[in-house]
Every structure is written in C-alpha cells, then in structure tokens.
C-alpha cells in the first residue's frame, strides 16, 4: 500500500528564515508521481509542483525548491526567504502511474511565517 | 472556464439526513474523484470515476454513493448522515491519458452533521 508521511504538524518562523518541509512516502510500484500541494487560509487547494520517479533532478522555481531523494523516498520541500504569504497547509501527495489517478496525501505541515 | 464547481459551499445537516453534494466540471475531463479532509490525516479519497457510467471506491466509501451520467457532473450521496461524516469535501478533475495530469480541485464544501 502506498503511504505519505509529513512528521512536521507544525512549523513556526520568522519572516525572512527558509524552512524546510520534510515528505516520506513508501510504494511498491517503480513508477509514481509525487506532488506537493499548497492550501492557503481561504481553503483552495493550489497545485505547486508534480515530479515522476524517473526525474531525480532537483527543481526551483523563484523562493521554491524541491529535493527527490529516491535513496530516502523522500520529496522535501524548501522555501527560501519566507513570506507571511507563504503561511499555509502543505501536503505531500503520491500518486500510481496509470488510468486511476488516485492521490494518496501526507497528513500536511501547517507552516506559519511570522513577520 | 468555470474550472470545478461545488455546491454548496456550507451545509449543516441532522444525523440520518440525506443529502448530495454538488460537482460540476466544464474542462471535458474524463475522470473526477471526492476526497474528504479531516484534521491531521491529510485528503483521503472517496470514491472516483475516469469515465461517464464508470465509478469505484476509494479509501473511505463508507456511506457515500457516486454516479457519473455525464462527463461533466459526479455528485456525491450521502444517505444517512453520521457526524463521522462532518468534514470539508473536495471534488477534483483531470484529463486522463498517457501522462500523468495534474488534478484541478473545486473550493470544497464543508459539511457538518450534528
């Protein structure tokens, strides 16, 4: 069975600080997708990133970046020079390859940047 | 593009009442899935279908009915409501093919039963 893990409930900063969001995830298949989803306090989910099992290239985008560690099975996410906007609920989300696009979530990190 | 609808936004409903939830699509997306969001355990899904007249369950059926009659719209039953069943329901699309797509998620419905 497949399975998220975000261990961080809660993470506290200071504006300006960059923190790191951890994701663990566990599959049997050789092929998945990982995403990392952003939920904002009015409650929308915004997509951020997808990322397959066969691109460990790390990526950045702007303040964003993300490290796949397939060694680890982990899918962590950085944010460099935090923003009080980027105060949120983060999820980790693991997919199968194939038809049934079925997302399984990590518990997500609740992220608060304090100005 | 409207994107996902749901409808309605808040509901409060008695236990042993039924109801359904709204979700409307117009990306032509071929499959579309229910999850539920309850504290501390992340979205779990429901139930999902990647076509019209084809559904299946998710990880937490329980109590919950779907039907897809057409392309654009998978409404969610619930038949008789158990506050178990108080949570913020999301509805998502995409277009099924060769790649993975990314999901489009409505703006959730928060229910709760008392």
């Known amino acids: 069975a497949q399975k998220v893990t975000q261990a961080q409930t809660e993470i506290s900063v200071v504006e300006k600080e960059d923190v790191t969001l951890d994701c663990v995830y566990e599959?049997?298949?050789?092929?998945?997708?990982l995403f990392w989803y952003k939920q904002p306090p009015s409650g929308e989910l915004v997509f951020l990133i997808r990322?397959?099992?066969?691109?460990?290239q790390n990526e950045i985008s702007g303040r964003y970046s993300w490290n796949f560690q397939k060694s680890t099975s982990s899918f962590n996410f950085t944010i460099t020079a935090s923003q009080v906007v980027d105060s949120a609920v983060y999820f980790c989300?693991?997919?199968?390859?194939?038809?049934?696009?079925?997302?399984?979530f990590g518990q997500g990190t609740r992220l608060t940047i304090n100005p | 593009n409207a994107g996902v609808t749901q409808t309605p936004k808040f509901q409060v409903l008695k236990t042993g009442q039924s109801m359904t939830l709204q979700c409307a699509q117009d990306?032509?997306?071929?499959?579309m899935s229910w999850y539920r969001q309850d504290p501390g355990m992340g979205l779990r899904l429901i139930h999902y279908?990647?076509?019209?007249?084809?559904?299946d369950q998710g990880e937490v059926p329980n109590g919950y009915n779907v039907s897809r009659s057409t392309t654009e719209d998978f409404p969610l039953r619930l038949l008789s409501a158990a506050p178990s069943q108080t949570s913020v329901y999301f509805c998502?699309?995409?277009?099924?093919?060769?790649?993975?797509?990314?999901?489009?998620f409505g703006p959730g419905t928060r229910l709760t039963v008392l």
């Open positions: 998502a699309s995409s277009p099924v093919g060769r790649v993975y797509n990314e999901q489009f």
């Open positions: 599959t049997r298949d050789t092929t998945y997708y």
């Open positions: 990322r397959n099992s066969f691109d460990e």
């Open positions: 989300a693991l997919s199968e390859a194939g038809g049934a696009q079925k997302l399984v």
């Open positions: 990306m032509n997306h071929e499959y």
């Open positions: 279908s990647v076509g019209a007249g084809i559904t």
